[in-house]
């Protein structure tokens, strides 16, 4: 079969293209560049948590030393501290990195992929669809034709996927502009970031209504001043006079030494693609959607989008189109870009309108900046991961449903479990195979080996049961699961979403779960082949018990 193509070979491009390869699907990479990225430090992205540990283990690196985790947050209203936030947990913590040093950890993992090629100085010019494929011809030093049985767009703002396949782009343009400086020095506080509004001192060109100061590594910190509306030309001089003015500011007047490394302006567009799939054409990040007004992450939600649309091409190319699982990248990845844009549309007026909030919204007694924090920090209605609670592949009610401190659809809590070869593995590092996750929590099995347990209690009937499902699936083991109960069952999707959690084993509630989380049909009952699972199920647990 042909490969993926994926054109575009910045950060959501290379993870798609690795993510793929390690669920064994040959790509091609149409880069139209040189291969490698100018050092940009002004130029950085932050990352929460489970997207930060998706990219570790695509690179197999830490990123610990390559990025910067905050120790916490700090929030300031002139001279006050209006919210601290600490990171007690390292990993919890949000990843600050430069983008060229992510992007060339990805590049330098895919130097070792035999499964992917890149096509350097190739700029995509043509696409034509047909039912078997899809044909792409690049132009440039090596302009060729390609051929792919799929093709995503993950070409950026202005992404040429899009444009021939005529999908609209609508939204607003230059919703925020900020001046971004990055440099080395040392700042009166260490470790944490910092979201200082209405400063105090007096500036010197338009006001400096918010300031950002976010580190990184070898005291490093990218510094970003909200510009007022309009056009007016950010220049060289009245940059210097802000960072000065505002190392003064929080130095008690004096200016530290400092070395400036880079500079530029960050313009925020918010625009939403109308379709995020043509037939075998998909957009992802940039490409389908922008945002990034009052803190949100559009990277982020980009890296999500090739962690979504991965493990659903990688089922299609190995068994076939599969158009209801496919469908549910745009129905799942959309609606939740979708909804945390309103979100920050709808905060814009209250953030930097000048009114209270109460004044908006009666009854609220959230203020102002703990609102701007969470569009920083992951949380909230602006910063929330979300889940996929409503997608068409999520199960109808299942009689044996068990509660656990994870929604249906969202990400799953990174717990320490048994693999099927005995050793203690985190629970994230087992995703991204194209597998099924099944996890059973059974306090006191850490203390014994996997041989005194493996074959005692409930373990044979749901090993049964899981060599039963209508996908592969990994059957794993938990001493715990925040808020789940002994012999709870986790169902959890390829890239970590929760599918659904069973009291005991069910085997035909599983089986009817995997079913629906991979595109099948959505009901809440079991269905033939679940009922004949369960049956099949009682007969090896009986077998095995003679």
């Known amino acids: 079969m042909d490969p993926v193509i994926v054109v575009g070979a910045g950060p959501v491009g290379l993870t798609l293209a690795l993510a793929l390869a390690r669920q064994d699907v040959p790509c091609v990479v149409l880069d139209e560049g040189p291969g490698k990225d100018e050092p940009r430090p002004a130029r950085t992205v932050v990352l929460r948590e489970d997207t930060a540990a998706l990219m570790e283990r695509l690179t197999g690196l830490s990123l610990d030393h390559a990025g910067f985790r905050w120790a916490g947050w700090r929030s300031m209203r002139r001279k006050q501290v209006t919210n601290e936030v600490g990171f007690e947990d390292a990993e919890a913590a949000p990843l600050h990195i430069a983008q060229h040093v992510l992007t060339g950890a990805l590049r330098a993992a895919l130097e070792n992929e035999r499964l992917v090629k890149i096509a350097v100085d190739s700029r995509l010019d043509t696409l034509e669809q047909e039912r078997s494929g899809v044909t792409a011809h690049t132009r440039g030093a090596s302009g060729t034709w390609w051929r792919g049985s ?56 338009p006001s400096a209504g918010e300031i950002i100061a976010r580190p990184l590594p070898d005291e490093v910190w990218r510094l970003d001043w909200l510009l007022p509306p309009g056009k007016d030309l950010v220049t060289p001089e009245m940059l210097l006079t802000r960072i000065r003015e505002t190392l003064a500011g929080w130095n008690g007047g004096t200016v530290p030494p400092y070395e400036l490394l880079d500079t530029g302006v960050h313009t925020v567009h918010h625009r939403l693609a109308r379709r995020w799939r043509a037939k075998r054409v998909f957009l992802a990040g940039d490409a389908a959607h922008l945002l990034g007004a009052l803190g949100t992450h559009g990277l982020d939600e980009g890296l999500r989008d090739a962690d979504n649309l991965a493990w659903k091409l990688a089922l299609a190319w190995h068994h076939g189109p599969h158009e209801a699982l496919l469908d549910s990248y745009q129905t ?160 959890v999707r390829p890239d970590g979403h929760l599918v659904t959690a069973l009291s005991g084993v069910r085997p035909a509630d599983m089986y009817a779960a995997a079913e629906t989380a991979l595109g099948g049909p959505a009901t809440g009952t079991a269905s033939k082949a679940g009922a004949d699972a369960q049956a099949g199920a009682r007969e090896d647990a009986g077998a095995g018990s003679r």
Request: with cysteine.
């Open 150 to 205: 799929y093709l995503v767009g993950c070409d950026g703002p202005r992404s040429t996927v899009r444009k021939l396949q005529d999908i609209r782009f609508p939204g607003r343009t230059a919703v925020e502009r900020h001046a971004v400086a990055a440099l080395r020095t040392e700042l009166p506080w260490q470790d944490e970031a910092l979201l200082h509004r209405s400063p105090p001192w007096r500036t010197s060109g």
């Open 332 to 491: 799942e990845r959309r609606a939740l870009v979708a909804s945390r844009l309103r979100a920050a549309d709808q905060a814009l007026p209250l953030l930097r309108g000048g009114g209270g909030l109460r004044t908006y919204v009666p009854g609220s007694s959230r203020s102002l900046d703990t609102l701007l924090m969470d569009g920083h920090l992951g949380r909230g209605a602006l910063g929330s991961p979300g889940t996929y609670a409503d997608s068409p592949l999520a199960p109808g009610r299942l009689e044996g449903e068990a509660p656990v401190a994870t929604a249906p659809g969202a990400t799953v809590a990174d717990v320490i479990v048994t693999a099927e070869d005995g050793t203690f593995v985190r629970l994230r590092d087992r995703l991204g195979r194209g597998a099924l996750l099944v996890v059973l929590v059974a306090p006191g099995t850490g203390v014994w080996e996997r041989r005194h347990w493996v074959s005692a209690g409930i373990m044979p009937r749901l090993a049964a049961a899981v060599s039963a499902l209508p996908h592969r699936a990994e059957l794993l083991v938990a001493e715990s699961y925040p808020g789940a109960a002994a012999h709870t069952v986790l169902l």
